[in-house]
């Protein structure tokens, strides 16, 4: 565990609001020099405090949805455990692969689809492959994705809400160099502009032309950093809710995005839950007090509740290789 002191967690915290700003705006904001503010991140990127850069990307506004399996398996060694999870990461239709720490479920993995159908094609894929060591597994769409800024390293209160499936989420024209763009940002985030031109193959102005363009679209949401919780002391849990008064659920939702240590909220279609939220937190016993607090104010519409430890993030991409969109023929 490696041990980050009030700057480090500004500095994180302002990576987290834009990753792409530059060292000596965030100076400006923590109140320390550039020099000072970009030792700060090489020595947090060395000893993999920041494991890298992304952009959020609404894959909704260019065609594509959201889903969600959760995977129990069954008399499974550790390598073949590991055998499934690179499975899932070597895949380029799975933006999200977890472990997680819990008698009931051993992976959660997200991933992309464009309609019923090829959900049901990626699941007899998975079947077919690792059926006969999968104990059971559940399975969802993701009907609404909220994000919040990680306040609990900051001094500060600010956090901005974005939502990765806005409820009129409509679908955007793109071409190729818009796939090499957000192909480019989604592997390092902070890359400068001249270098994400050259990968795109346009200027400079035309390269910051369509990153504004696709900001301004919806399509780019922001830019965080891939942190390491284990090496800041801090830990991701996942709790489910099942409601027996759905009428409460923005009211649930507020209260996720007032706390400094809730980072992630999800309304889902199938799986046996409504609402799910993601908290990263620097103890157990502080786990239990946002849970025991969220059961007082909301005892009398949560009907039951199950919660889970990630204990591994082995994927995180918000897009895919642009092999995956199969655009041979697209301008660009």
């Known amino acids: 565990m490696h041990k980050i002191d009030k700057t480090d967690g500004e500095i994180l915290f302002q990576l987290d609001l834009d990753a792409r700003q530059p060292n000596s705006s965030i100076a400006a904001k923590v109140r320390a020099s550039k020099e000072v503010v970009g030792y700060r991140i090489r020595r947090m990127e060395e000893e993999g405090i920041i494991e890298g850069y992304y952009a959020l990307v609404d894959m909704t506004r260019l065609g594509f949805q959201n889903a969600r399996i959760f995977i129990k398996l069954k008399n499974s060694s550790p390598a073949e455990e590991r055998e499934t ?13 977890n472990s997680i720490s819990g008698s009931f479920t051993d992976m959660g993995i997200a991933f992309w689809v464009r309609d019923l159908n090829d959900f049901h094609s990626f699941k007899e894929e998975l079947m077919n492959r690792f059926g006969d060591r999968i104990e059971f597994y559940r399975e969802s769409y993701y009907s609404r994705i909220h994000v919040w800024r990680r306040n609990y390293l900051s001094s500060g209160n600010e956090k901005p809400c974005y939502s990765l499936i806005p409820g009129n989420s409509l679908k955007i024209e793109y071409d190729m160099r818009d796939i090499r763009l957000l192909s480019a940002l989604s592997q390092d985030a902070r890359l400068p502009i001249v270098k994400l031109s050259q990968k795109v193959g346009l200027s400079v102005t035309a390269t910051s032309y369509r990153l504004a363009s696709l900001k301004k679209k919806g399509i780019i949401l922001g830019f965080r950093p891939k942190i390491s919780f284990p090496k800041t002391g801090h830990y991701w849990y996942k709790v489910e809710f099942r409601l027996g008064d759905n009428r409460v659920k923005q009211k649930m939702l507020s209260y996720f995005g007032s706390h400094p240590n809730i980072v992630w909220a999800y309304e889902s279609i199938g799986g046996g839950t409504e609402l799910e939220m993601e908290m990263e937190v620097e103890s157990h016993e502080k786990f239990r007090e946002v849970a025991d607090d969220l059961r007082s104010k909301f005892s009398a519409a949560i009907r039951t509740y199950n919660y889970y430890l990630w204990s591994a993030e082995h994927k995180i991409v918000f ?3 642009k092999e995956f969109f199969g655009l041979k023929n697209l301008k660009g």
């Open 319 to 321: 897009f895919p290789p």
């Open 85 to 97: 999870i690179d499975y899932f990461q070597k895949s380029s239709r799975c933006w999200w692969v």
